[in-house]
């Protein structure tokens, strides 16, 4: 779209706020003295995610969205991965297998990796290995946090490598008014098998603090719906003539089911300004709807833990300075008992085989911050940064087939689930030959100029030299102006995303892997404006992404050889207002618009024009209302639009039909007695049969599969699946307890 109609555009919007809140009337004293129970809705407070200080919302050089421990209650959430399904900017697809979900986030779909941080108190938690972000938005316990800060927009003059299209910080509760104990517990069952305990116990004497934090959630895909795609159908797990023997093992095969265990554990430890901190998080679950059926079997184990430890100090020196000292310890891992279950036609007759796989990942990280205010004017932090990394080259794998592929293949006419000669598997220890160590030095600085009290500019720089890659420099600069109710955000960033070590050395060409890969960079420039009332606030934001060095595959592995464009809108409004009976009434609303989306196309590795990305929905609209019935009561409804979907060129079904689905949360609280509550959550509440569209490739088709009259297999066209048919309705019921 030309500039001048995305100006239009933007002034339309910003006097469609005007409009409204014009209209309103903010003599309202009713209004005023009960908004209080809605006011986490509409987070105004300081944030500390965007250039690693605490500053106003207002202020901060980037667009944010802050959740709060009350959003999550109220919304439902079960996991906290399910807030992404509910922001602006985000494709979502969730295939609940060895990749458990892909957000295209402002556009940018990719094969392995997650185009943003996830962070736990600023500390980041991505995989070593994949870059990946479903272990800590799935397994992090929810009755410990705080809020959420989820900033857009590129981040790596702060952050670094993979701050590529925003970050995502939760914040955990570090302290409470009195002292002594509390307890926090939520237990949760429902459809799938859902069984979800999550609990914190925290404990305050003076200057000392303890919080330990589980979780435990166990469940399975909903197997009914996966019914409705062509290679997921359990007359292909269950065929012999595929799959052999293997089927008479229900935990190797036989029909569609794949089951979860995540696990956590959090334990900090507070002495004033000095904290430790020990995490174990656990992302084991089967392949989901990843792979075609007459290929894989999805009921398998693919288990990723996560093990971090840490201590951290803060030191101010006088009024102006302060310190922050971190060193981190941590593993990423896929244990040695994840096993793999697949079959495919030789040429003359179909075979099959067990295997074993391993990555073994650690690294050491020391930082230095410091916050100088030297002025009301003038103010900066800056900081150093060292990790070493110890990674996983090609998978550890038990066993090797004739031309070097992973496991013992055989006829699976001979087949025995019970004398199958199954390998032993990997050692669980590191092979040197098969790891690489690399190092990467970083630092940062972050200025802020106060012109006037309404006009503050923003410049920041990071320089990470890795020894791998080489040496990157981002920078950010901004312009933010605040006109009492109004306000507005010019903003520029940069950003690289790091090719992760899988794609590097994931051991195997036609997996994309090359070791000689560069980092893709990316540069950003997004104009925002915002109205807040009392009764009322809108944001809208033009975003322009510009990717280069984007990975392709070719047949001669992977290559920085694309490029790519994404013009994007986004537009927020909130609502409330009273009622004589009821609580007041919350409503909230967003809408994203995707004006471009081109990439660089290529043919056998030869560029051949441009087009469109691909699994991206142009339009996309969130609806959600909150209202409470005096003290006790709440109900959310959550509505998405998420319209059509053109599919990359290798998906045989070239679209993916838009969808509307919608969520019921309620919420009983001091039911009996004063501290325990109940909620009832309804997902997919009109059962609506939607599906997403397939990861990497997507290339399985849904052609039925057969046997000609040679014995001869016509199947999928990929390993991996076109459509990922999504849940249908779902029941949760959850006893709240607070104590």
Not at 135 to 164: C, D, H, K, M, Q
Request: glycine content about 8%; aromatic content about 14%; some cysteine.
């Amino acid at each position: 779209m030309p500039t001048k109609k995305l100006i239009l555009v933007l002034m339309s919007l910003i006097l469609f706020s005007k409009a409204v809140a014009i209209a309103e009337q903010d003599d309202d004293a009713m209004l005023e003295k009960e908004l209080h129970w809605l006011q986490a809705e509409s987070y105004q407070g300081q944030v500390v995610t965007v250039s690693k200080i605490s500053e106003k919302i207002s202020e901060a050089p980037a667009t944010i969205m802050v959740i709060t421990r009350d959003d999550i209650e109220r919304h439902g959430y079960t996991e906290l991965s399910q807030i992404l399904d509910d922001l602006p900017a985000m494709d979502v697809i969730r295939p609940y297998g060895d990749t458990h979900f892909k957000n295209y986030w402002r556009g940018f779909r990719n094969t392995i990796g997650e185009p943003f941080l996830v962070m736990i108190d600023g500390i980041v938690y991505n995989h070593l290995y994949y870059n990946t972000a479903d272990i800590p938005l799935i397994t992090v316990s929810l009755s410990n946090i705080e809020r959420v800060e989820v900033v857009y927009g590129p981040a790596s003059s702060v952050y670094g490598a993979n701050a590529f299209m925003g970050v995502i910080n939760v914040i955990t509760l570090k302290d409470k008014a009195n002292d002594g104990a509390s307890v926090t517990v939520r237990m949760s069952g429902g459809s799938n098998e859902t069984r979800i305990a999550d609990l914190n116990y925290f404990y305050k004497q003076n200057d000392l603090r303890i919080s330990l934090t589980a979780r435990f959630d166990n469940g399975e895909i909903d197997a009914d719906a996966a019914q409705n795609y062509e290679y997921l159908k359990d007359k292909y797990y269950a065929d012999r003539r595929l799959w052999g023997g293997f089927v008479d093992n229900p935990r190797l095969g036989g029909e569609c089911q794949s089951l979860h265990a995540h696990r956590s554990v959090d334990l900090r430890a507070y002495f004033g300004a000095t904290e430790l901190g020990a995490q174990y998080y656990v992302l084991n679950t089967g392949y989901g709807l990843v792979y075609a059926a007459d290929l894989v079997q999805n009921n398998s184990v693919w288990k990723r833990p996560e093990y971090s430890l840490y201590f951290r100090h803060h030191q101010p020196f006088g009024e102006k300075v302060s310190s922050t000292t971190l060193l981190r310890y941590r593993r990423s891992d896929v244990t040695n008992d994840s096993y793999f279950v697949d079959a495919y036609f030789d040429g003359t007759t179909y075979v099959a085989a067990f295997s074993y796989w391993q990555s073994l990942n650690e690294s050491w990280l020391v930082s230095q911050d410091f916050n100088v205010t030297l002025s009301d004017k003038f103010s900066f932090n800056l900081g150093l940064e060292y990790e070493q990394k110890n990674l996983q080259k090609a998978y550890d794998v038990s066993g090797e087939g004739e031309s070097g592929t992973p496991g013992g293949y055989e006829p699976v006419s001979e087949i025995d689930a019970d004398t199958y000669d199954y390998p032993e598997p990997p050692p669980a220890v590191f092979q040197s030959q098969n790891h690489i160590i690399t190092e990467d030095i970083a630092f940062y600085i972050q200025n802020r100029y106060r012109l006037t009290p309404c006009h503050l500019l923003n410049l920041g720089l990071r320089i990470d030299d890795n020894s791998q890659y080489g040496t990157e420099m981002t920078i950010r600069t901004s312009y933010v102006a605040n006109f009492d109710q109004w306000g507005v955000k010019v903003l520029y960033g940069e950003a690289f995303q790091e090719p992760v070590p899988r794609l590097l050395y994931g051991g195997w060409t036609g997996s994309g892997s090359d070791p000689d890969l560069d980092p893709e960079e990316s540069q950003t420039v997004e104009v925002s404006g915002n109205y807040t009332a009392q009764k009322f606030s809108s944001l809208v934001s033009i975003w322009h992404v510009h990717n280069t060095k984007t990975i392709v595959n070719t047949p001669d592995g992977a290559k920085n050889l694309g490029d790519r464009t994404v013009v994007g809108l986004d537009y927020h409004i909130q609502y409330q207002f009273p009622l004589s009976i009821l609580k007041p009434i919350k409503i909230w609303a967003y809408y994203s618009h995707v004006f471009k989306a081109d990439e660089t196309k290529f043919s056998e590795g030869i560029e051949v024009g441009t087009g469109d990305i691909g699994d991206l929905a142009d339009n996309k609209f969130w609806l959600g209302t909150t209202v409470g019935v005096k003290d006790y009561l709440l109900a959310t409804f959550r509505g998405r639009y998420i319209g059509e979907r053109q599919t990359v060129e290798t998906n045989p079904i070239k679209s993916v039909a838009a969808f509307f689905t919608a969520d019921l949360n309620l919420m009983f609280w001091d039911f009996l007695v004063k501290g325990i509550g109940m909620s009832l959550t309804v997902n997919n509440l009109f059962d609506e049969e939607y599906y997403h569209p397939g990861i990497r490739d997507a290339g399985a088709g849904d052609t039925p599969g057969f046997f000609d009259e040679d014995a001869v297999w016509h199947g999928s066209g990929s390993y991996y699946n076109s459509l990922l048919p999504q849940p249908g309705r779902s029941v949760v019921l959850s006893l709240h307890l607070r104590y």
